[in-house]
């Protein structure tokens, strides 16, 4: 008789059926990572900033082979091994990449923010002009795992943006290598910089610059919790695109949905981190009572099915909702990356929705288009911050500078308003730079 499986390897999903411990709960697995950015991460990652800023490549390298086991030098990538990784790459994945690639470009150039050019009502010019930054950095997580799809979801739209120079950075593997595909992504990618560094020691590195890495004014791209603390700990001598957190899908289901395509969707969130969370919300009982049984049977033989087990058995959440209304409710109280709308009328469901990454809609849409090659960016806002944040896009690689341009008419129909606030706040010169030029 064989034993019983320990208590650590039982699946444990939540289910709730009343709608106001469902939002205590959504907001609480939207607080996850809260606990997570302790004190002693965020001294760490100052010591390690300030090492690099003091230190440079020196530092580069010793950090590098204290965290990774390696020692990365030379830092950057040789060009031709990134072309012998391209042609390195089987054909299939070759064209899978250039789809994704061809989707990806064709998305991002049509979000290409427009130049105004406004004359106002004195004959004043009015306007705002887009111009890219001048250096990016992209942050792509490796070492253990590769991440082709981040180069593309980064790399395009800095590249559509305009920006001169793009500077890749990605932690090397055991052997001291970077990812052959994450390579030939970059390659197709037109990235030719790569140094092979990670961690906040990498972002360390694109914020003040070091002998080898030149400093940027936008750095963008997930990793871990160094990487995010790192990215927070700079922002402001930096832009940065986001701070990432684990990942999350939210499905809403009626009774139309497939069990085992609402099962494999939780699964391809849950299996990325012990922190990711993957939610469902119905209105069907059935399906409520079918999906933990159909994840069962797809995790039996899963090659990750340890940590995708802990993700569900601690951010996994199942709610039976009264109506698809109140379904809509819960999930923009939780403002979830990726919302899948697995019902019979998605696009009525979309419009009551108002925060959300990314809404994938209707049964023939996994998440997993989306991550890979649907077209729209990938890296979007986590932990509740599509409540006022959006997907990476061209703007987080341009800056607009405002255009303002006054005739005489416009300032000596104007003039008398702008002295009258200038007095109001107690800027005599200011009040004064207009009337000396209208007396």
Same mark, same amino acid.
């Given at each position: 008789m064989?034993?019983?499986? /320990?208590?650590h390897?039982?699946?444990?999903l939540? @289910?709730? !059926?009343?709608?106001?411990?469902?939002?205590e709960?959504?907001?609480?697995?939207a607080?996850?990572? =809260?606990?997570?950015?302790?004190?002693e991460?965020?001294?760490?990652?100052d010591?390690?900033?300030?090492?690099v !800023?003091? %230190?440079?490549?020196?530092?580069?390298?010793?950090l590098?082979?204290?965290?990774?086991?390696?020692?990365?030098?030379?830092?950057?990538?040789?060009?031709?091994?990134?072309?012998?990784a391209?042609?390195a790459?089987?054909?299939?994945?070759?064209?899978?990449l250039r789809?994704?690639?061809?989707?990806?470009?064709?998305?991002?150039?049509?979000?290409?923010?427009?130049?105004l050019d406004?004359?106002?009502?004195?004959?004043?010019?009015?306007?705002?002009?887009?111009? #890219?930054v001048? !250096?990016a950095?992209?942050y792509?997580?490796?070492?253990?795992?590769?991440?082709?799809?981040t180069?593309?979801?980064n790399?395009?739209?800095?590249?559509?943006?305009?920006?001169?120079?793009v $500077?890749? @950075?990605?932690?090397p593997?055991?052997?001291?290598?970077?990812?052959?595909?994450?390579l #030939?992504a970059?390659?197709?990618a037109?990235?030719?910089?790569?140094?092979? $560094?990670?961690?906040?020691?990498?972002?360390?590195?694109?914020?003040?610059?070091?002998?080898?890495?030149? !400093?940027?004014d936008?750095i963008?791209? *997930?990793g871990?919790?160094? @990487?995010?603390l790192a990215k927070k &700990?700079?922002?402001?001598? $930096?832009?940065?695109?986001?701070?990432?957190?684990?990942?999350?899908v939210l499905?809403?289901a009626d009774?139309?949905?497939? #069990?085992?395509?609402v099962a494999?969707?939780?699964?391809?969130?849950a299996?990325?981190?012990?922190?990711?969370?993957?939610?469902l919300?119905?209105?069907?009982?059935?399906l409520?009572?079918?999906?933990?049984?159909?994840?069962?049977?797809q995790? %039996?033989g899963h /090659?990750?099915?340890?940590?995708?087990?802990?993700?569900?058995?601690?951010w996994?959440?199942?709610?039976v909702?009264?109506?698809?209304?109140?379904?809509?409710?819960?999930?923009?109280?939780f403002? *979830?990356?990726?919302?899948e709308?697995? @019902?019979e009328?998605p696009?009525?469901? &979309?419009d009551?929705?108002?925060?959300a990454?990314?809404?994938?809609?209707?049964?023939?849409?996994?998440e997993?288009?989306?991550d890979?090659?649907?077209? /729209?960016?990938?890296?979007?806002p986590?932990s =509740?911050?599509?409540?006022?944040?959006?997907?990476?896009?061209?703007e987080?690689?341009?800056?607009h500078?405002?255009?303002?341009?006054?005739?005489?008419?416009?300032l000596?129909?104007?003039?008398?308003a702008?002295g009258?606030l200038?007095d109001?706040?107690?800027?005599?010169?200011?009040?004064?730079? $207009?009337?000396?030029?209208?007396?």
């Amino acid at each position: 008789m064989g034993s019983a499986a /320990p208590q650590h390897d039982r699946l444990r999903l939540t @289910v709730l !059926r009343e709608a106001n411990a469902a939002g205590e709960r959504l907001e609480a697995i939207a607080e996850r990572t =809260g606990s997570g950015q302790s004190l002693e991460a965020a001294a760490r990652v100052d010591a390690i900033l300030s090492q690099v !800023r003091q %230190e440079g490549d020196a530092a580069l390298l010793e950090l590098t082979e204290r965290f990774d086991g390696v020692r990365p030098d030379p830092l950057r990538i040789p060009t031709e091994e990134l072309e012998a990784a391209w042609s390195a790459t089987p054909a299939d994945l070759q064209d899978a990449l250039r789809l994704a690639h061809r989707r990806i470009l064709d998305f991002h150039r049509r979000q290409t923010p427009a130049d105004l050019d406004i004359t106002g009502e004195h004959g004043e010019r009015l306007g705002r002009r887009w111009r #890219a930054v001048e !250096r990016a950095g992209l942050y792509v997580p490796g070492g253990r795992a590769s991440y082709p799809s981040t180069v593309l979801m980064n790399a395009v739209p800095a590249k559509v943006a305009g920006v001169k120079r793009v $500077v890749m @950075v990605t932690p090397p593997g055991p052997d001291g290598r970077v990812n052959q595909t994450v390579l #030939a992504a970059a390659h197709l990618a037109g990235i030719d910089e790569i140094y092979r $560094v990670g961690g906040a020691q990498a972002v360390a590195a694109l914020a003040y610059g070091t002998e080898s890495i030149p !400093r940027v004014d936008v750095i963008s791209g *997930p990793g871990n919790l160094y @990487v995010t603390l790192a990215k927070k &700990a700079v922002y402001g001598r $930096v832009s940065i695109d986001s701070l990432a957190g684990p990942s999350e899908v939210l499905v809403i289901a009626d009774h139309t949905a497939n #069990a085992e395509h609402v099962a494999a969707d939780l699964l391809a969130q849950a299996e990325h981190d012990p922190l990711a969370a993957a939610i469902l919300l119905t209105t069907s009982e059935s399906l409520a009572a079918a999906v933990p049984a159909a994840i069962e049977a797809q995790l %039996e033989g899963h /090659p990750r099915a340890a940590i995708t087990r802990q993700a569900l058995n601690d951010w996994g959440l199942i709610v039976v909702c009264s109506s698809l209304s109140e379904a809509a409710q819960l999930s923009d109280r939780f403002a *979830p990356e990726h919302l899948e709308l697995q @019902v019979e009328q998605p696009e009525p469901l &979309a419009d009551q929705i108002q925060q959300a990454g990314a809404i994938f809609l209707g049964a023939w849409t996994p998440e997993a288009v989306g991550d890979y090659l649907a077209g /729209p960016n990938h890296t979007l806002p986590t932990s =509740g911050t599509a409540r006022f944040a959006g997907a990476l896009c061209v703007e987080t690689f341009m800056r607009h500078t405002s255009l303002i341009q006054f005739n005489r008419q416009a300032l000596e129909a104007t003039g008398g308003a702008v002295g009258t606030l200038a007095d109001s706040e107690g800027l005599h010169s200011h009040a004064e730079s $207009v009337r000396l030029r209208l007396r």
